[in-house]
């Protein structure tokens, strides 16, 4: 998932990866930290903590309020306060918010038929904030509105629901008659699905699986919010000005490890001032958070003058350049493998923060992340970490390769560390043998921008975050065949790499999995390696995540899957 | 035998009073010596610096006081968050004003910069004026249906705010360029905004001179040139024409100094000069991220906008009391008056 505007999200699977990625976790553990051992634990609700009004702050608004259709951080950060699926990742600090939790379900379903049927039990009293009832019919309802409103991942996520072919292609009359299947006498959902899908339980647990009213729009609700059956609901919306949550007077907790219920009275988050206001906003105790990557400038000062209010944490994503390997100059592999070679990551990390706040990597699947392979082909004297790059052996692929001399464009966000990473880039093309332009394109428009085929983007600088742990998310969502439409703005492979035998490579991972997720983790390692060799894409840097707060919130958790946990911050 | 004496001509008079004007001088002077100092980019970055101010260095090392120092230094206190580019040295060898955080000499940077400014500047002056005066006198002189065509065009122009059509026509033109006939610019050339910002002062020069022609029109010898059946060119290029010259001349250095401080605020925005192209926007743009640890990659840039457009501004204004006899009767009446004597 995409990050907005700079961020985006995340998977993982097995756990001996989980573990290694629990020892790389660096919070700095300030007091106001939850500590919970990585495990999950909490000390309970502490009462005397609650109320107050924490205020958030943030650049511009995240788009639309429908948890359907949104696809942002900003707001599935605030969503897990607010809307719950049949399912849901733990809402606790550390590693083990990668597990699954049963959310408005009793209980975790046993997969039947052969891996294709999952049957649900509701929770018996569960309401909407509007007080209506939680029934099977919403369920059902709410899966086919996943696509009647296009959900941006209702043809990747979803698709193997049974039924889901006829919907994608007519979304409007959209129904599952036999794909999901509610019993309201029994308080029972069914799923069935065309074929078995060792991920089905992690894709229930995300936003878009979000159960809401049966009567709610068919289109995408915009600015006006749906009815949540989480802690919090939203009281107001206006994208040029704030979005204000307060308590959900119908909601009761009925599981803490999957909707807790939270500490503020209020959650504002308010738009419109600067980086570097917000940073000076949250630095005075005038507000209690910032969305936004800090600026570069002011992370020396965070990091000495704050240091107690500043909380870093490696993330499951990565940054990355795809190279169209459709047009020229790149859809030629010894041109690819020139960018691949020549990029110093070590100066892009530096242009992110420093060594602190990103890694260099050269594997599509980030380091500790299942299916990942210590593994790097591009770099110079060989080894399988990124040491240097080899700007002469650049040079001669360019030479070999004949596309010397040829432009290349170079598509980026006009933010500050983007634009940076773009002059870099058209520099480093420059000295290779190309000639490079700089294309910086709004953060709002970049990413659909340089999906579509049509904009014949050549070189673009993007990032990826796990929707949820399984190395899937990022190879078969980013490089597989399947999701490269030519002239759709929702062409996520935007390299437009699309290698037979590497699909089924990836078709066999995926089936594996079924049966075996550590033997499906070591294929997707070897096809992580598969890829690279053809360089579609130049991964550059793993980052990590700050988290800079005021002085007076305490019990910050971090959620491996939706980071900080919002709704379990203390203001009193 | 006997002497006469051939007065001095207008032009001559002019040139006279300004040279005696020491505010004027001096500005020009500065002038002078900021184009210079611009025009020795290459010798300063490629003799002194050596450097390459349109490379990144961002893995790049210097030396400060014999010590061997990166260019982008990872804090060390703290959490050890954050890279700073080295600040000035004032070693011109060496970073004298410091690095941007591309590891780019910003003093390099900063000549390079000023060739683009300086460019820009006089070149979109030159064109405004040019298409100005066009304008200008053909519409003041023509009158009638032509008058009233160029004149609301001019008012279309002048309704919307200059730097939003700016803007307008900088995103439009980085995108797809201008091809206007024979004429070809390429998105991201340099004469995109000298076009840009010549047309969108066009009104501010050719109004005033439209009304200077209008009078013209009606004066005796314009009169007499038509009665004698001169043609409207030949009247328009050796009667008018001279007449509006002045007030042309005047425009110019103060529609420079105008016309460089709109370029480094495009510049700034990001739809002006284009990477790796610098100007003085750009590089205050450059320096935006830096403002709080290395405030020179801002300061020097602005620095240098202020006295040039400062040193255009007060020239400027030197001519024009240099052209412009009523100017020097008003300042000296002026002077008189202070002094105490009869206006």
Redesign the interface.
Known sequence: MRRNPIRSTTLVAASAALALAAACSSSSGTPGTRSSGGNGTTSGYQAAHQGGTLTLLAKSAGGTLDPQVNYTLQYWQLYQAMYDGLLAFKKVNGQASFTVVPDLAQALPQASNGGKTYVFTLRQGLKFSTGAPVTPADVVASFERIFKVSSPTAGTFYNGIVGADACLAKPGTCSLAKGVVGDAAAGTVTINLTAPDSEFVYKLAVPHASILPKDSPATDAGTKPLPTTGAYMVSSYDPNRALKLVRNPNFTQWSADAQPRGYPDEIDENFGLSVEAEVTAVENGQADWVFDPPPADRLGEMGTRYANQVHVNPLTAFWYLTLNTNLAPFNNEAARQAVNWAVDRAALVRLYGGPNLAQPVCTILPPAFPGHVDSCPYTKGGGTTWTAPDIDKAKQLVQQSGTAGQEVGVVVQDDEVNKSIGEYLQSLLTQIGYKAKLKPLSANIQFTYIQNTNNKVQLALTSWYQDYPAASDFINVLLSCASYHPGSDSSINIAGFCDKGVDAQIQQALTLGQTSQAQADARWGQIDQAIMAKSPVVPIFTPKLVDFLSKRVGDYQFSKQFYMLVDQLWVK | MSTTTVPAGPWRVSLAALRHNRAAMGAAVLFVLVVLACVAAPLYAHQVAHTDP???T??GTTTVDGRTVPL?A??S????????PIGPTWDPGHYFLGAD??GRDVMARLLYGGRNSLLIGVSSALLCCLLATLIGVAAGYAGGILDSVLSRLLDVVWAVPVYLLAICLSVVLLTSGLHLGPVTVEA?SLWVPVVIIAVVYVPYVARPLRGQVIALRHREFIQAAIGLGASDLRIMRRDVLPNVLPTVIVFLPLMTALNMLTESALSFL?VGV???DASWGTIINDG???????PAVTIAPGLAIALTAGALNVFGDGVREALDPAARLRGAAAVRVRAGGTP
């Open positions: 349109f490379r990144s961002i893995s982008l990872q804090s206190t703290g959490l050890g968050l954050g890279v700073t955080n591309q991201g990001s284009q990477p790796p935006l991220g830096l403002l709080y640890t290395r």
